[in-house]
Nanobody
Framework: QDRLVESGGGLVQAGGSLRLSCAAP????????KAWFRQAPGKEREFVAA????????EYADSVKGRFTISRDNGKNMVYLQMNNLKAEDTAVYYC?????????????????????WGQGTQVTVSS
């Protein structure tokens, strides 16, 4: 199955940390760029971070730069999002995504890729 599965969400106080994980049980996505998006209540889904298939390139939304780190372990077919110094405005459902084609990294960076594979999301709630 071409599905992604997120885990690691939860409730945390402002200033705290969480680590999100993204697995792909039915398919290997080691040659695909990966990304994290989030959607807060009443808002559109927004880009958070992306990483190239080999991990050599990454990109972050300005709102999370310096606080979040995206990484991947292709041997385990996993992608992670380490979130530090969380703020109330980080509260959202976080989604993992994989690019539509392998070995592609948009000239516009991670946010320019087309993402075709998505997970069901994991809730992150930051209390102030």
């Amino acid at each position: 199955q071409d599905r992604l599965v997120e885990s690691g969400g939860g409730l945390v106080q402002a200033g705290g940390s969480l680590r999100l994980s993204c697995a792909a049980p039915g398919r290997t996505f080691s040659n695909y760029a990966k990304a994290w998006f989030r959607q807060a209540p009443g808002k559109e889904r927004e880009f958070v971070a992306a990483i190239s298939w080999g991990g050599g390139s990454s990109e972050y939304a300005d709102s999370v730069k310096g606080r979040f780190t995206i990484s991947r372990d292709n041997g385990k077919n996993m992608v992670y999002l380490q979130m530090n110094n969380l703020k109330a405005e980080d509260t959202a459902v976080y989604y993992c995504a994989a690019a539509s084609r392998p070995l592609v990294w948009s000239p516009l960076g991670g946010r320019g890729n087309v993402y075709a594979y998505w997970g069901q999301g994991t809730q992150v709630t930051v209390s102030s």
